[in-house]
T-cell receptor
Framework: SQQGEEDPQALSIQEGENATMNCSYK?????LQWYRQNSGRGLVHLIL?????REKHSGRLRVTLDTSKKSSSLLITASRAADTASYFC??????????FGKGTLLTVNP | GAGVSQSPSNKVTEKGKDVELRCDPI?????LYWYRQSLGQGLEFLIY????????KSGLPSDRFSAERTGGSVSTLTIQRTQQEDSAVYLC?????????????FGSGTRLTVV
């Protein structure tokens, strides 16, 4: 079953704009992670935020976590055409396996 | 190796045949995971290996699916009597283990097509 649900399912923006993707989940988590997938193949780990953290930054990425609302957001600033990909949130509970959502397809137009 | 290696990258097989998919995790990673991704969908958990512990097989969809991990390293996912609904990309990932704070490193996947 899907734990995380990303919103929106698809997002199209112009280069230089910011992109925001949201993730909601249902059960308590240990941490939440964001991944990027190009061309339907392997996923690349972007950033991890623990349940006791509220915000984290990595380069042009900013992740927030609100455990009271069971939601997270991923912000990509100053987007580039190379950021075009599917983005997935994944939650980790106590049993060490990640549960993924269906992803947000981001298209950055040059 | 530097990354997680999966082979073959593509596999076309006839319905009813058995297939074996291989995963070489990153050296030193004690945890290994198999996921399946159908077209346009998220990742479906299949099985998880951690060191010498009994694997978590809770995601295997039927008894036609099995997996093993030899010597705590290479893993093989076997699908017997393949069906068309088994067509998907099969992704393997490894991580440093049960310690919190580590993400997964994924391989490039095996795209399985059952005709």
């Amino acid at each position: 079953s899907q734990q995380g649900e990303e919103d929106p399912q698809a997002l199209s923006i112009q280069e230089g704009e910011n992109a925001t993707m949201n993730c909601s989940y249902k059960t308590s988590i240990n941490n939440l992670q964001w991944y990027r997938q190009n061309s339907g193949r392997g996923l690349v780990h972007l950033i991890l935020i623990r349940s006791n953290e509220r915000e984290k930054h990595s380069g042009r990425l900013r992740v927030t976590l609100d455990t009271s609302k069971k939601s997270s957001s991923l912000l990509i600033t100053a987007s580039r055409a190379a950021d075009t990909a599917s983005y997935f949130c994944a939650t980790r509970g106590s049993n060490y396996k990640l549960t993924f959502g269906k992803g947000t397809l981001l298209t950055v137009n040059p | 190796g530097a990354g997680v290696s999966q082979s073959p990258s593509n596999k076309v097989t006839e319905k009813g045949k058995d297939v074996e998919l291989r995963c070489d995790p990153i050296s030193g990673h004690t945890a290994l995971y198999w996921y399946r991704q159908s077209l346009g969908q998220g990742l479906e958990f299949l099985i998880y290996f951690q060191g010498n512990s009994a694997p978590d097989k809770s995601g295997l969809p039927s008894d036609r699916f099995s997996a093993e991990r030899t010597g705590g390293s290479v893993s093989t996912l076997t699908i017997q009597r393949t069906q068309q609904e088994d067509s998907a990309v099969y992704l393997c990932a490894s991580s440093l283990g049960q310690t919190d704070g580590y993400g997964y490193t994924f391989g490039s996947g095996t795209r399985l097509t059952v005709v």
